[in-house]
């Protein structure tokens, strides 16, 4: 069945750098990728998004590069900062409505400043 | 905005009890969708509802149930629950679909 994975559980960085998240999928004909951020004791919240008609997508500090022919999803967060300490998921959309997902396990985001 | 909300936050229950969950979404959405958010499995897609029917439905056991109202608020509901059960419970809306899904803060269940 179709899998949304992470690369790494885990990644840190320093203050300022730039951080990479990676996600694999494995259904080619998904349509619709999310990823999301969720901070402790709280629920995920929207990042940013990427339809499979687009290969880039650029947000306030963040960018994710959809590469449809090996299927494969990131994240980048330029200088980042200790606020954006969290668990990252990326998403695929089940459905075009995108109102049912199938996450990835999450990559621990720590950032030290 | 008011953003969505779920209550009760905290619930704990024992082995064979039933439990209903609540969500409110954010005004003027219809979509409300729920998900189970455990450390092994992560986070897992239950049920979607939109305009009171369910539109779309992950592989969970009949146990797990779900409705909405006409004002879009959903309940979601466990039966005889397991040990198992025990997660974070999310729920999370959007206007019609096409659009960014947001979350709440999800309920934490205890089943002991």
């Known amino acids: 069945g179709e899998s949304v994975g992470l690369h790494l559980p885990t990644l840190s960085v320093q203050e300022g750098d730039n951080s990479i998240i990676n996600c694999a999928y494995s259904?080619?004909?998904?349509?619709?990728f999310i990823w999301y951020k969720q901070e402790s004791g709280k629920g995920p919240q929207f990042i940013i998004d990427?339809?499979?008609?687009?290969d880039k997508r650029q947000g306030q500090r963040v960018t994710v590069l959809l590469n449809k022919t090996v299927k494969h999803l990131s994240l980048q967060i330029a200088a980042t900062q200790p606020g954006d300490s969290a668990v990252y998921f990326c998403?695929?959309?089940?459905?075009?409505?995108?109102?049912?997902?199938?996450f990835g396990k999450g990559t621990t985001l720590s950032v030290s400043s | 905005k008011a953003g969505v909300t779920q209550t009760p936050r905290y619930l704990i229950k024992t082995r064979g009890q039933q439990v209903t969950l609540s969500c409110s979404p954010i005004s003027g959405h219809r979509s409300v969708s729920w998900y189970q958010q455990t450390p092994g499995q992560g986070l897992q897609f239950l049920f979607e509802?939109?305009?009171?029917?369910?539109?779309n439905k992950g592989n969970f056991p009949g146990r797990f149930s779900g409705r909405q109202f006409s004002n879009s608020r959903s309940e979601m509901n466990v039966s005889t629950l397991e040990l198992g059960d025990s997660a974070l419970y999310l729920c999370?809306?959007?206007?019609?679909?096409?659009?960014?899904?947001?979350f709440g803060p999800g309920t934490r269940l205890l089943v002991l």
């Open positions: 509802y939109f305009s009171e029917t369910q539109r």
């Open positions: 259904n080619s004909a998904s349509d619709y």
């Open positions: 990427i339809r499979s008609n687009m």
């Open positions: 999370a809306s959007s206007r019609e679909g096409l659009e960014t899904q947001y």
């Open positions: 998403a695929e959309a089940l459905n075009q409505a995108g109102t049912a997902l199938i």
